[in-house]
DNA sequence: CACAAAAATAACTGATCCGGCATATGGTTG
DNA sequence: CAACCATATGCCGGATCAGTTATTTTTGTG
């Protein structure tokens, strides 16, 4: 019962920057280590197993994007999340991941058990 | 009251595709002509006023994505959504910026009457 | 002041991607 | 078969982007 989902033409661009921001391996790296908690960039570059500048460069992008927040404190600078709608859209994809793996397995199994009834 | 979300590592490229599909104006705008229910190419790309070529291969990732299916009809080739989690997450997403934008408002007002209230 | 640590930036390379043009493919009709 | 229609594909130029290396900026410390 969910009405039907209108897109007005200037929503368009803004909408597909944001999702181009969680389109990249690397920052949904970074974006899952901040869904713990405020991270230091050399602790996201731990967690996240990549280069320094590499890093940084991203969460600059992410930060423009609107969906980091930056806090500096001494030598470190501490990034946040600060769009809720990230871990939103993480779940939700996170799902669809699951459900077709697991219609993946249910196809497998009916071809398993089509396999065994005729053998 | 929301479980923290823990992506694993090989669902991050999963993500990736997906989030990079919708991080894109055209196909955003192709998605959100199909939304309206299914449409052959002609229709797409007079929807969406972009060039048939290019209509047509975004329609292809999209189709190869799994987020589109493809049912051909004697000339035509009409595609359908077929993956019901595009529209939760342009609903999510536009949402989002109906909210910035509300803020936005807010804060201009209560910049204006500050400055209203001191001439 | 000299030095070290954390983060940002510049410059470069290679890859990817979008859009347009032209052309090919496949199916329909006369 | 020829002409035509809807769609797909190959090729190209330009733009964007990710990752690395090296360097710089900023800040704290002895």
Same mark, same amino acid.
């Given at each position: +019962?969910?009405?039907?989902?209108?897109? #007005? *033409?200037?929503? $368009? *661009? $803004? +909408?597909?920057?944001?999702?181009? +921001?969680?389109? *990249?391996?690397?920052?949904?790296?970074?974006?899952? /280590?901040?869904?713990?908690?405020?991270?230091?960039? &050399? !602790?996201?570059? @731990?967690? &996240?197993?990549?280069? !320094? @500048?590499?890093?940084?460069?991203?969460?600059?992008?992410?930060? =423009? @994007?609107?969906?980091? &927040?930056?806090?500096? =404190?001494?030598? !470190?600078?501490?990034? !946040?999340?600060?769009? #809720?709608?990230?871990?939103?859209?993480?779940? $939700?994809?996170?799902?669809?991941?699951?459900?077709?793996?697991? /219609?993946?397995?249910?196809?497998?199994?009916?071809?398993?058990?089509?396999?065994?009834?005729? #053998?």
């Amino acid at each position: +019962m969910s009405a039907s989902l209108t897109i #007005p *033409d200037e929503f $368009l *661009d $803004l +909408m597909a920057e944001k999702f181009r +921001m969680l389109g *990249d391996t690397t920052r949904l790296a970074i974006l899952r /280590s901040l869904m713990a908690g405020e991270r230091n960039v &050399t !602790q996201v570059v @731990a967690e &996240t197993g990549r280069g !320094q @500048a590499n890093v940084s460069k991203h969460l600059k992008l992410l930060a =423009e @994007a609107g969906l980091l &927040t930056r806090r500096k =404190e001494g030598l !470190q600078v501490f990034y !946040q999340l600060s769009d #809720p709608v990230v871990e939103r859209l993480c779940r $939700l994809v996170c799902e669809t991941i699951v459900e077709s793996a697991a /219609s993946e397995v249910k196809r497998n199994q009916s071809l398993l058990v089509g396999w065994s009834r005729k #053998p």
